[in-house]
C-alpha cells in the first residue's frame, strides 16, 4: 500500500483547507486512516481518524473545525479544515492501520503505513 498525500500549503487565519489522502489499495477491508501532524520543534500529534465503517475521532485541539471523510471509489480520504488558525500550521501526515483498535487511533504504532508529510502554514 502506498499513500499520497496531497492538499495543504498556506492560509490566513480563519481559512479553509483540505489535504487528501489517496491509498493505491488496501490489504484489509477493516482499516483505519488517521492524520497526525507536526509542528516545527514539536512531537507528532494525533488529528483525526476516520475506520472502514465511517466512524470518526478528532483531538480536542481541533474539535469541530476539522472533518474527516472518505470516497471509498477514489480510496481517498479527506481532513477538510475549516476556521484554522497558526496553531494548526504543522506538517501534516496520514497513515492507516490494519486491525487496528478504533479506540486506540492516537498511538503512532498502531498504523502500518505512512504517507509524506504535507505542509499547512496558517498566518496570523
Known amino acids: 500500500v502506498r499513500l499520497v498525500a496531497s492538499g495543504g500549503g498556506s492560509v490566513d487565519t480563519g481559512g479553509s483547507l483540505r489535504l487528501s489522502c489517496e491509498a493505491s489499495?488496501?490489504?484489509?477491508?477493516?482499516?483505519?486512516v488517521a492524520w497526525f501532524r507536526q509542528a516545527a520543534g514539536m512531537g507528532r500529534e494525533p488529528v483525526a481518524v476516520?475506520?472502514?465503517?465511517?466512524?470518526?475521532k478528532y483531538a480536542d485541539s481541533v474539535g469541530s473545525r476539522f472533518t474527516c471523510s472518505e470516497d471509498k471509489v477514489k480510496n481517498t480520504v479527506y481532513l477538510n479544515m475549516d476556521r484554522v488558525t497558526p496553531e494548526d500550521t504543522a506538517k501534516y501526515y496520514c497513515a492507516v492501520g490494519y486491525g487496528a483498535a478504533f479506540t486506540k487511533w492516537t498511538e503512532e504504532g498502531r498504523y502500518n503505513v505512512w504517507g509524506r508529510g504535507n505542509q499547512v502554514t496558517v498566518y496570523p
Open positions: 476516520i475506520s472502514s465503517d465511517g466512524r470518526t
Open positions: 489499495s488496501y490489504s484489509d477491508s477493516n482499516y483505519i
